[in-house]
């Protein structure tokens, strides 16, 4: 089949290595560069989602996904490109990186302490409860504030550019065509999609996948589908920190601090509602250093190295959309993934690529259907 996908992040990227993978035909539209938004900024943080009962969709998708990032380290090594000058380099820095979620007041805790005893129980995850004094072996530097923390076993970090960029650059090499030019519009014929309009006219297709972020309602809205995705900005900081870098990535509240491939110490994040506007702020950068210091006091001494900002696709339930039931036929809806956009593309990827092409997806997503919303 001949199929069309809108947008150049992780979602389209790993739809347009699944079909290819399966022999169709793919054009990718992007309009600035591969990666060049959240999926390239991103902390790459790939953390099983916990606590919820263990058929929850949710909780399938992501332990789903965290099988394909495993699958895909070892699939795409050799085709991952260097990151901005780096001078290349072969991996996806994809690695197992245990976290530690740390623990400030006695609500918290006792939240905490229940998703733990769910866990001990059934041993699905390594998943242990560890009292202040208990974790000070892992990581001794934690503020004398914070209570305890769990800590996850099987988590893993990746380099979410790398990942971009390599499940594009193995499609290319399975034959998909990368075409840098905006979507202006999806062209439809007979209650079905035909292809997509850009300046240089309309390519045809059988299916076209809208993967374009924050900004797929916008594309959406002109086939009158409704589609409550959103941007949502993050920052993030990178430190020059001193002393060692900390073994696990630590989490709290809706911040987080772990060591990356580049040596430093990235720490995040705000969570704005400021439309499209992703553009760096003193504000944001002064908040992450406080609320890092309070946990962390060592980074008192930690310089700043790099600022960024990026804009996450959110929907009102936190879930993303997968869909190919709304609008005309062969239209497919893949976004709105959030904060876990990362962990979730390779699974959002081969279930889109499944439906453009009227398969069954390898993993059930009915519960992410546009409908849910109506
Ligand atoms: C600070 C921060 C930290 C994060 N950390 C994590 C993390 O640790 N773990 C995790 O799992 N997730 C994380 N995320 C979330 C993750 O980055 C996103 O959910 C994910 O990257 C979204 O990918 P996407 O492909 O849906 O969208 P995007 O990456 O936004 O890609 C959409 C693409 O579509 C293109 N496009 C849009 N409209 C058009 C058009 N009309 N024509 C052509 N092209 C178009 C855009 O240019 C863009 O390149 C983080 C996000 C932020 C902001």
Not at 49 to 56: A, E, F, N, T
Not at 237 to 242: G, H
Not at 291 to 299: K, W
Not at 342 to 359: C, F, K, Q
Request: with cysteine.
């Amino acid at each position: 089949m001949k199929i069309s996908i809108v947008g150049g992040g992780i979602a389209g990227c790993s739809t347009a290595y699944y079909l290819t993978q399966a022999g169709h035909d793919v054009t990718l539209f992007e309009r600035d560069s591969l990666a060049s938004h959240a999926s390239g900024f991103a902390l790459g943080g790939l953390i099983p989602s916990i606590g919820g009962p263990p058929d929850d969709p949710y909780g399938v998708l992501s332990r789903y996904s965290i099988e394909l990032h495993r699958e895909l380290a070892e699939q795409l090594t050799g085709h991952a490109g260097g990151r901005r000058g780096d001078g290349g380099g072969g991996n996806l820095d994809f690695l197992r990186k245990p976290s530690l979620m740390l623990v400030k007041d006695r609500a918290e805790e006792e939240s905490m302490r229940r998703v733990y005893g769910q866990y001990a129980e059934d041993h699905t995850l390594d998943i242990r409860w560890l009292n202040f004094g208990e974790f000070s072996h892992i990581e001794a530097r934690i503020s004398s504030t914070v209570l305890g923390a769990l800590y996850v076993s099987e988590a893993y970090e990746v380099d979410p550019y790398k990942l971009t960029l390599a499940l594009w650059q193995a499609a290319e090499q399975q034959g998909a065509r990368l075409v840098n030019r905006v979507v202006t519009a999806i062209a439809v014929s007979r209650d079905r999609v035909s292809g997509v309009v850009t300046k240089d006219g309309t390519t045809g297709a059988d299916a076209v996948v809208v993967a374009a972020g924050p900004w797929s309602s916008e594309m959406l809205a002109g086939l009158g589908v409704s589609a409550p995705v959103t941007p949502l900005k993050g920052q993030i900081i990178r430190l020059d920190a001193p002393g060692p870098p900390p073994k696990v990535s630590l989490w709290w509240d809706h911040d987080y601090a772990t060591a990356k491939a580049d040596g430093l110490l990235w720490v995040g994040t705000t969570e704005e509602e400021v439309g499209f506007d992703d553009s760096t702020t003193d504000a944001a950068r002064d908040r992450i250093i406080s609320s890092a210091v309070e946990m962390l006091p060592y980074l008192e001494d930690a310089e700043l190295v790099q600022q960024t900002a990026c804009l996450r696709p959110v929907t009102p339930d936190g879930a993303p959309i997968i869909d190919a039931e709304a609008g005309p036929d062969g239209l497919v809806i893949v976004t709105g993934a959030g904060r876990q956009g990362i962990m979730l593309g390779p699974s959002m990827g081969i279930a889109a690529a499944a439906l453009a092409t009227g398969a069954e997806p390898p993993v059930d997503v009915s519960a992410f259907s546009l409908a849910r919303f109506s």
